[in-house]
């Protein structure tokens, strides 16, 4: 598509400078087209570009195909990390026998450019055995280095170029354990030139921050172990915030260096804190398994910081599914009645409306603009209407036989769907 924009645009460029002036409009607008083409095509870690699952400039089309189109599919073995994009490749962290494996493949074609690999054995909680063995966590790619996290909980700084080693943590030599029950599953983030993560286990880890170039630690927080939803960086009462779902907790942190600005307990059963938590204006949306949705405002008092109810919501409750927020609207799945697409109002908390049952186990949620992209754990793809009245599904697409726990990316022409073992691109046009 790039190409041919490009070509497009030197044919027309030539035709100007030789009088054609009236070709000025179309060239402008074939650049703001390939421009908005580039940054669609930007997914660099979990959730997207601003960790909230919204995506940039999609266009839709004019009517939903009935089907999709495979552009290519290749093997890259099991694991829920989610494929990142950026540059015109796509990066996929997975497993293959006792190994994990990277590897950087082509956006357009599919072709292996490079793969990475590192031995990870690894021992199953015996009520995990179903999910595998990982990975859980996905990437973050930032300033040519792309940076994972095993389940095992070893972090590793790869050049993104050519999958080179940059640097790698390990803290076996730190923490009894180095995962949480049911392995490493939160997803790292970049800010301000720090890679953070939580390492360690359950019962005693550290919400870390690394320099992401070079790997040395600049600040960690040992009060509380990982759980399994990644931590987001948002700022209230002008000051750089780290919240993270921990172990029992969910804290907020100063990025500058990392001093604890406030606490609130929080655990679900079996500590399976595992929703990333979501900013909406001044306060954070949370929940967990059986707890509801309910929103908090940090607040600066002085030197002090609290935490203020904000509202709650008892009626809909998320285990594993993170919501997205469009125009002031939630959207996710609650995982009552064996799943339920829900929409709340951000601002109140009122329930605006609640889907059939039974819509599944985990459902991975993107958005752009109006629209709303629910990959369910059976292979199912759904596009709805972001409608604040009703669940108003447009299309559904099967684009997996196998099942579909890791997010997909929203491309500007398609999908990028990992499945059990593979990794594909299906193509709405």
Known sequence: MRTRVVLVVGILVFRWWRGAATYLPLIAALVLLSCANLLAQEWPQWRGP??????AEFVPPTTWPKDLNQKWSVTVGIGHSSP?????????HSRQGEEEVVGAYDLQSGKILWQYRMPAPYTMNEAATAHGKGPKSTP??????????????????????????????????????????????????????????HVGGDGKGALSAFEARSGRLRWRWTQDGPAYASPVVATFDG????????????????????????????????????????????????????????????????????????????????YMSTPVVIAGRLFGLSHRNKGQFVAVDASTGKTLWIAVGRQGENAAIAASANLLFSLTDDGVMTVAAANPSAFQPLQRYDVASSPTWASPVVLNDGFMIKDEGSLTYWRLR
């Open 239 to 318: 000051t750089k915030q780290v919240v993270a779902q921990t172990q029992h907790f969910v804290v907020g942190l100063s990025v500058a260096d990392g001093k604890r600005l406030w606490t609130l307990p929080f655990t679900t059963e079996y500590d399976q804190n595992c929703v990333t938590p979501v900013v909406f204006q001044d306060t954070i949306l949370l929940s967990g398994l059986f707890k509801g949705l309910f929103a908090v405002r940090p607040v600066k008092r002085g030197l002090t910081w609290t935490v203020e109810s904000f509202w709650q919501n008892d009626t809909v409750s998320m």
């Open 84 to 92: 990142v994009v950026s540059g015109g490749r796509v990066y996929q």
């Open 140 to 197: 973050v790619l930032s300033e040519g280095l792309l940076f994972t996290f095993s389940i095992t909980g070893v972090l590793t700084a790869l050049d993104a170029r050519s999958g080179q080693v940059q640097w790698r943590q390990t803290f076996a030599d730190r923490f009894p354990s180095t995962s949480p029950t049911f392995g490493t599953a939160m997803s790292p983030v970049v800010f301000d030139g720090l890679l953070i993560a």
């Open 50 to 55: 601003n960790r909230d699952g919204q995506v």
